[in-house]
């Protein structure tokens, strides 16, 4: 079955500790994203890269980081620059012709971080 | 600034019902706009797209419509059964935009 796994399902950091969230997809997507959720936020966008060895930051980047060395994977790390890394993470991925708009988003089923 | 809205009181209607929900949007002129379906603790799954230049959208018990001059969105459940209770999300692309901008959602609550 094609889709887009994450994981952990629970992630736990320790305050000042860099974690990595994984986000893997054997959808053929060239485009990746990563947005976080918080109760009563909508989703806000991290990250996202349209091809591999590319990405541009969202409207909430500070503090994350992202890279993309395979068509598959697009990890996510939150850095202990990130002050309120608590929420629910992300992954989506789509075909990559224009428009973006008009391509539905396909989303793993998340990894809810917490801070010990 | 641009916003979305949508009704952030759940909506609880009984099974059999049509459920109506709103996507609200100002300061943006969207080509294409979204419609996902979130349950707990799970990722969004999307349900249907319509165009700028459609009025109204079908699939089986769905259906979207997009007035581009009220700047909305309504998204209906026609013989809403339990198992339709979840978020709802709009979600709408604009001409300058690079990816989709999101919605905070509507719950949705189908009492048997």
């Known amino acids: 079955d094609g889709g887009i796994t994450q994981s952990p399902k629970y992630l736990f950091r320790k305050e000042g500790q860099n974690v990595t969230l994984s986000c893997e997809q054997n959808?053929?997507?060239?485009?990746m994203y990563w947005y976080r959720q918080d109760p009563g936020q909508g989703l806000r966008l991290i990250y996202y890269?349209?091809?591999?060895?590319?990405?541009q930051k969202g409207d909430i980047a500070e503090g994350y980081s992202v890279s993309r060395e395979k068509k598959e994977s697009f990890p996510l790390t939150v850095t202990s620059a990130q002050k309120n890394p608590t929420a629910f993470y992300l992954c989506?991925?789509?075909?990559?012709?224009?428009?973006?708009?008009?391509?539905?988003?396909?989303f793993g089923d998340g990894t809810r971080l917490s801070i010990l | 600034s641009q916003k979305i809205e949508q009704n952030s009181e759940a909506l609880n209607i009984q099974e059999g019902k049509t459920a109506t929900l709103t996507c609200n949007y100002t300061?943006?002129?969207?080509?294409?706009l979204q419609w996902y379906r979130q349950d707990p603790g799970r990722g969004p799954v999307f349900l249907l797209l319509?165009?700028?230049?459609?009025k109204e959208k079908r699939k089986e018990r769905l259906k979207v419509t997009f007035d581009t001059t009220l700047k909305q969105s309504l998204f209906h459940i026609t013989a809403s059964q339990p198992a339709d209770s979840a978020t709802y999300l709009c979600?709408?692309?604009?001409?300058?935009?690079?990816?989709?901008?999101f919605g905070k959602g509507t719950m949705l609550l189908v009492s048997p």
């Open positions: 979600a709408l692309w604009a001409s300058g935009y690079s990816t989709l901008t």
């Open positions: 989506a991925s789509s075909i990559r012709e224009s428009p973006i708009g008009y391509q539905p988003q396909h």
């Open positions: 300061n943006y002129s969207p080509a294409y």
């Open positions: 959808l053929n997507h060239d485009a």
């Open positions: 890269s349209q091809i591999v060895n590319d990405f």
């Open positions: 319509i165009r700028e230049n459609e």
